[in-house]
């Protein structure tokens, strides 16, 4: 059984960083590709970032260059450094095991995620 939770999000401002943290259980996950995914009010869940077992990243080009995905191993945890926030950015961010080039989630059900709120 997968289990991921989320956490780090809050309540900054425009231009404010955030480092999320996800910390996963029931997978072996230093061979699992990883994502970060969002959902704002509205609108659909997207992908954000995934990372491979061997490290290769993928943003979406709305945050390439902003955001950071990696994954610590040893703590079975992924991570996604979020810097320049901006308020399109709001939502809520979730993490999931990712698979194949499209880092389509696969780890069953979704977790609790953590809300990002980027507001003046």
């Known amino acids: 059984q997968v289990q991921l939770v989320e956490s780090g999000g809050g309540l900054v401002q425009p231009g404010g960083s955030l480092r999320l943290s996800c910390a996963a259980s029931?997978?072996?996950?230093?061979?699992?590709?990883l994502g970060w995914y969002r959902q704002a009010p509205g609108k659909q869940r997207e992908l954000v970032a995934g990372?491979?077992?061997?490290?290769?990243?993928n943003y979406a080009d709305s945050v390439k260059g902003r955001f950071t995905i990696s994954r610590d191993n040893a703590k079975n945890t992924v991570y996604l450094q979020m810097n320049s926030l901006k308020p399109e950015d709001t939502a809520v961010y979730y993490c999931?095991?990712?698979?194949?080039?499209?880092?389509?989630?696969?780890?069953?059900?979704w977790g609790p995620g953590t809300q990002v709120t980027v507001s003046s």
């Open positions: 999931n095991v990712a698979r194949g080039a499209a880092y389509v989630p696969s780890g069953g059900s």
């Open positions: 029931g997978l072996f996950f230093s061979i699992n590709a």
């Open positions: 990372i491979t077992s061997a490290s290769t990243t």
